[in-house]
């Protein structure tokens, strides 16, 4: 192939990576790995640099955006940080006392389970009557935005947030022990477990897996894992989706962000069973 | 539409200042890797050894870690900045995009501390800690 054409593939697919990664508070993971090493048939070890890479461009790339909006709660998410740092520093001391491939299997099918309570509530703009719990109180956990889909403030706290932080801290488990990134876990954690709008949840997602990545980015820098010939069109391309993304969010309905959610929960879902099921994870 | 019914919040002002460090950080680091990029592909080579050839771009050998075609440590990064190596210009350029979500955590300490939030500098500050361990534990 041609070192340029492998570029602009590359940019490209990064590109709907950031956009969809923006939207839905993920790292867009999902989309890039499998493209590199299914269709362009990179070693894994570049397909996965490539990806951390492609984490901290979404999360950075949409977070200027967002956290200007103030769609980004940057208290909840540093709280909530707490329980993900810790969960992913367990996750890697426990990685060496499990086999990941029973795990990849556990987990993707708790995520797929997950899609049934979001199918519930698919058509919901808003989460309705949330008292709030007293943590949330005492830690200021809540705050407002103006959604531009209704044209209005919407002002939201935080619900039953030890559950949230739990979940909070599985999630960072999950990605300490698997190597995968925790959006879809922190997103359901927020939107399930706390009751935060949908747009909340993904932008304040978005802020914080940045933030994980980075921290184990350099790991893989100094590994060698992170190619510049891959991960330069990678981050050009997942910067230009993101800032498309962030641009687009606030006008778009939280249902269909949740809709889309949901299908791209099954996606992430299936993938991890079907890493966890064949040899070679 | 877009700013009506937001405004003279007290605390915006974090927003805009995080934001502006989020947004300089990601154009400067995008501006250096297309500056690397454009220079691999004049240039005809990366800077070290690959040339522009893809299967030599991308090879892996596991075995061979320091004989890649590429620099994985800081030194030979800044070495290669010296002779304009596209290859190091492109690492310096993601070398940023990986330190701004650590320097957003920084100035959020700084951003609580100025509001006087002690509760949140104080969780900040140990979420802080935590990834420092974390990155020092592997």
């Not at chain 1, 943590?135 to 705050?143: M, T, V």
């Not at chain 2, 297309?34 to 050894?49: F, R």
């Amino acid at each position: 192939m041609d070192p340029v054409i492998f570029l602009l593939i590359v940019f490209l697919v990064s590109a709907a990576a950031g956009f969809l990664g923006s939207l839905l508070g993920l790292g867009g993971g999902v989309i890039v790995v499998p493209a590199m090493t299914l269709l362009l048939h990179i070693n894994i070890h570049f397909a996965i640099g490539a990806s951390i890479v492609s984490v901290i461009a979404t999360s950075s790339g949409a977070a200027a955006a967002y956290v200007k909006e103030r769609i980004t709660n940057i208290r909840i998410g540093m709280f909530l940080e707490i329980a993900t740092t810790i969960g992913a520093i367990s996750g890697a001391v426990a990685a060496a006392l499990v086999q990941a491939s029973m795990l990849f299997v556990v987990f993707g099918v708790v995520l797929i389970l997950s899609v049934i309570p979001l199918v519930r509530k698919i058509g919901e703009e808003f989460p309705m009557d949330v008292a709030g719990d007293r943590l949330a109180r005492s830690l200021n956990l809540e705050g407002r935005y103006y959604d531009e889909a209704v044209g209005r403030d919407i002002e939201y706290r935080a619900d039953r947030t030890p559950i949230g932080f739990g979940m909070m801290y599985v999630a960072g488990l999950v990605s300490g022990l698997l190597g995968i990134g925790s959006g879809p876990f922190k997103v359901l954690a927020m939107d399930l477990a706390m009751r935060l709008p949908m747009k909340v949840s993904s932008a304040t997602s978005n802020f914080m897996i940045g933030v994980t990545a980075a921290a184990s980015a350099g790991i893989y820098f100094l590994r060698g894992d992170v190619n510049p010939f891959v991960a330069a069109p990678v981050a050009l391309g997942v910067l230009l989706g993101a800032t498309l993304g962030a641009r687009w969010l606030p006008k778009a309905r939280s249902s269909l962000i949740r809709k889309i959610f949901a299908v791209v929960l099954i996606m992430v879902a299936l993938q991890m069973i079907i890493r966890g099921s064949t040899v070679g994870v | 539409m877009g700013s009506n019914g937001r405004g003279e919040d007290v605390g915006r002002r974090k927003e805009v200042v995080l934001s502006l460090v989020l947004r300089w950080g990601v154009v400067s680091s995008a501006a250096i890797i297309i500056l690397g990029l454009i220079l691999m592909i004049l240039t005809g080579h990366s800077g070290y050894g690959a040339g522009f050839d893809i299967d030599r771009l991308l090879y892996f050998d596991e075995s061979k870690i320091p004989h890649r075609f590429y620099p994985t440590n800081l030194k030979t990064i800044l070495n290669g900045l010296l002779s304009l190596k596209p290859f190091s210009i492109i690492e310096l350029g993601l070398i940023i995009l990986i330190a701004t979500p650590i320097l957003r955590v920084g100035m959020s300490i700084l951003l609580f501390g100025i509001e006087g939030d002690k509760k949140y500098v104080a969780i900040t500050i140990l979420v802080l800690i935590i990834l420092i361990l974390s990155i020092l534990a592997v």
